[in-house]
């Protein structure tokens, strides 16, 4: 039974480079946000999405970044064109559908520490 | 304003003792709910408990419970019996329904703590 998995742990990029970060969530959860975590603080909403759909972008950049969640396959977070104050690590969530939203709980995977040079 | 306030950036607690990590929230959205997440030095994030704004009662999970006091909106997190393994960033977080009809969770800052042999 395994949780959310995130890939690549670590990874490094040049400055002007593209970052992709994936996310493959619990089996039978089809709802996935990412969120962001700079060093020393918590960890800060970007984006929220169900199978096919963006639901909430409201934490994500406005520029460079964006995310999809196709109907086969990973959750992807692309960076365009890296910069050094993109360095952070960047984590996947999962729930599960239908319910009371409220309660559902959020399931993390073990995040993907991205490292701009 | 700060929705979600930790005061504490680090603890230190006796092995076998108890620590209770504050926790302050604001909003004024009257069905959200209360997480705490602990972040060990591998870095990945841990659900360890959930509130919600309409239970009666306080949360238990094994050696974890929430004091929780909505007029005074807080939900500190107490940890009973402190293990060496529980040394360790600890985030509280709050859901609240956003505007866009998502449900991502709000983080604190964190409390590092640290268990003493």
């Known amino acids: 039974n395994a949780g959310v998995m995130q890939n690549p742990r670590h990874l490094v990029r040049r400055r002007g480079q593209e970052a992709r970060l994936r996310c493959s969530p619990m089996k039978g959860h089809s709802h996935v946000y990412w969120y962001r975590q700079l060093p020393e603080e918590g960890l800060k909403f970007m984006v929220y999405l169900q199978k096919e759909n963006i639901i909430d972008e409201s934490g994500m950049p406005k520029e460079r970044f964006s995310a999809e969640f196709p109907k086969e396959g990973p959750s992807i977070l692309r960076i365009q064109q890296v910069v050094r104050g993109d360095s952070a690590a960047y984590f996947c969530a999962s729930s599960p559908p239908g319910g009371n939203l409220a309660k559902n709980i959020q399931y993390f995977g073990a995040g993907t520490r991205l490292s701009v040079l | 304003a700060q929705k979600i306030t930790q005061t504490q950036p680090g603890m230190f607690v006796q092995e076998k003792e108890a620590v209770t990590l504050d926790c302050t929230y604001d909003t004024s959205d009257p069905s959200y709910g209360l997480f705490w997440y602990k972040q060990p030095s591998s870095g990945e994030m841990i659900f360890l408990i959930y509130?919600?704004?309409?239970?009666?009662q306080n949360a238990t999970e094994g050696r974890y419970s929430l004091n929780f006091q909505k007029a005074r909106k807080s939900a500190n997190l107490v940890i009973s019996a402190s293990q060496l393994g529980d040394s360790a960033m600890y985030f509280c977080?709050?859901?609240?329904?956003?505007?866009?009809?998502?449900?991502?969770?709000?983080f604190g800052k964190g409390t590092k703590l640290s268990v003493i042999p």
């Open positions: 509130q919600g704004s309409y239970d009666q």
């Open positions: 977080a709050m859901r609240e329904r956003s505007g866009a009809g998502s449900y991502q969770l709000t």
